[in-house]
């Protein structure tokens, strides 16, 4: 998560684009792919301890709904997950190796509409991270690559992002300078990548004729090992409708079971 497709140097070659006009190109698509109402997308990659991961989610903005569904492999375990914000409240259900997870006999988890709360037995958690996962619009990120200084940005030409023209953008952002440059969620954001270890960031950014992010890559090395992801944005503007899962199969993690089922 734009005025018109000229400002941004057009679908053109690679030549005649400065440095800071790409800069501002990249930084005009993601506030435009940013604000739009809706975005479908799909994620491929790899994630420092997580290890192989695909997921595919699409997200409204308002009122807030979003569904995700991603699986992770890494040292022989397939972990799968499906997370869904409905009405503000954050549920989940996953499995390991083909393993339904359940609790108190039910497969879903119902984590409320805040992202800190006491649970039963007075165990606090902290879902903000999680929340912030299934419901933001992956384009906040191209950000980064506009905010790096101007000589880090350039144009490498145009390709095809699923059956779309692009404009390919391309540049590193050392973690450093980006702390001082960004605000809001984005520094959230940031820290993200600072957990995993990561001090810089090569960005890859494909922007379309509408001024929309198509495609975003994002790599980088740290301490705990590779990333490299690939986002891809398909849909924009279209309906999502998302239902909570049916009561009988959910457990409120924010009150005492009144029942065990296993």
């Not at 409905?86 to 108190?104: M, P």
């Amino acid at each position: 998560m734009l005025l018109c497709a000229g400002c941004a140097g057009g679908i053109g070659g690679a030549g005649g684009s400065s440095d800071s006009s790409a800069a501002a190109a990249v930084a005009r698509a993601a506030r435009a792919t940013e604000g739009v109402p809706s975005v479908h997308y799909r994620v491929s990659g790899r994630i420092p301890e997580q290890g192989q991961v695909e997921s595919e989610a699409s997200v409204a903005a308002k009122p807030a709904r979003a569904r995700m569904v991603t699986s992770s492999r890494d040292d022989g375990k397939t972990t799968e997950a499906e997370l869904r914000i409905v009405d503000g409240v954050l549920y989940q259900r996953a499995s390991e190796n083909g393993v339904a997870q359940q609790a108190h006999g039910r497969h879903w988890a119902d984590f409320g509409p805040d992202a800190k709360f006491t649970a039963g037995g007075g165990l606090r958690m902290d879902v903000s991270g999680l929340r912030d996962q299934v419901g933001r619009n992956p384009a906040r990120d191209a950000a980064f690559l506009a905010a790096a200084a101007a000589g880090d940005v350039r144009r490498t030409g145009t390709e095809t992002v699923a059956g779309t023209r692009t404009t390919h953008y391309t540049g590193t952002a050392a973690l450093d300078d980006l702390r001082d440059s960004v605000t809001g969620k984005a520094k959230a954001d940031l820290a993200q990548y600072e957990k995993l270890g990561v001090d810089e960031l090569t960005l890859d950014v494909w922007v379309d004729g509408d001024d929309h992010v198509r495609r975003l890559r994002t790599q980088g090395f740290g301490r705990h090992g590779e990333l490299d992801l690939t986002v891809t944005l398909l849909d924009f503007g279209k309906p999502v409708t998302v239902r909570a899962p049916a009561a009988d199969d959910t457990v409120d993690l924010r009150a005492p079971a009144k029942e065990s089922r296993g």
